[in-house]
């Protein structure tokens, strides 16, 4: 079975412009996860879905970030106006019930960079 | 509010030794589920293993076993035979089912395995 995908798997831009990141989780996982990690502040959870329902938004920084889950199969995360401060790994995850545990399986992440 | 602590930054083992990183938590659920993630220098997250906090057994995969002591509420990964692939950042996690199927990550420990 193919993991979670994510793309790009590198993206550099200009701060002012906007950034949309992709993220497949794996089929049949209802959770979807977006987390950032940078080297100052660890590995932070920005955001997660349940059922293409956004839960908990509360790690998401500020208003120049949103994310997106229009169906089971994709979701989006985009930074609008892009900053330098945003430049770091951005990890999405998915879980699903079946098993009880609820473990995450982790997509390769984006590594951003904003200049 | 849920809490993991890690204390080790960083720690060094001989090649085929046996090695113990340390995770404690904190949470006044009773219910909850323990994780442990390996970051190898490539980036990637990958799901090693868990522990429910009513399994009565230790949780054992391959050459990892956590030591669980539920009352100290300690959760330490055991690594035994130590392999140089095992260098990498490991995180130890914990779900509980007040926050829903979010993760609290530790801040990480740094296994380096010396030939």
């Known amino acids: 079975d193919a993991g979670v995908i994510q793309s790009p798997r590198h993206e550099v831009t200009e701060m002012g412009q906007e950034v949309t990141l992709r993220c497949k989780p794996i089929?049949?996982?209802?959770?979807l996860f977006w987390y950032r990690q940078t080297m100052m502040r660890g590995l932070e959870l920005l955001i997660y879905f349940n059922n293409n329902v956004p839960i908990d938004d509360s790690g998401m920084p500020e208003d120049r970030f949103s994310a997106k889950m229009p169906n089971a199969s994709f979701s989006t995360l985009k930074i609008q106006p892009s900053e330098p401060r945003d430049s770091a790994v951005y990890f999405c995850?998915?879980?699903?019930?079946?098993?009880?545990?609820?473990?995450?399986?982790f997509g390769p992440g984006t590594r951003l960079t904003v200049t | 509010a849920q809490k993991i602590t890690q204390t080790q930054p960083g720690m060094f083992v001989q090649e085929k030794e046996a090695v113990t990183l340390d995770c404690t938590y904190d949470?006044?659920?009773?219910?909850?589920?323990l994780f442990w993630y390996k970051q190898p220098s490539s980036g990637e997250m990958i799901f090693l293993i868990y522990?429910?906090?009513?399994?009565?057994q230790n949780a054992t995969e391959g050459r990892y076993s956590l030591n669980f002591q539920k009352a100290r509420k300690s959760a330490n990964l055991v690594i035994s035979a130590s392999q140089l692939g095992d260098s990498a950042m490991y995180f130890c996690a914990m779900r509980t089912n007040n926050a829903g199927n979010m993760l609290t990550f530790g801040g990480g420990t740094r296994l380096m395995v010396k030939p």
């Open positions: 949470t006044s659920d009773q219910s909850y589920g």
């Open positions: 522990q429910g906090s009513y399994d009565e």
């Open positions: 995850a998915s879980s699903s019930g079946i098993t009880g545990s609820y473990e995450q399986y």
């Open positions: 089929s049949g996982h209802n959770s």
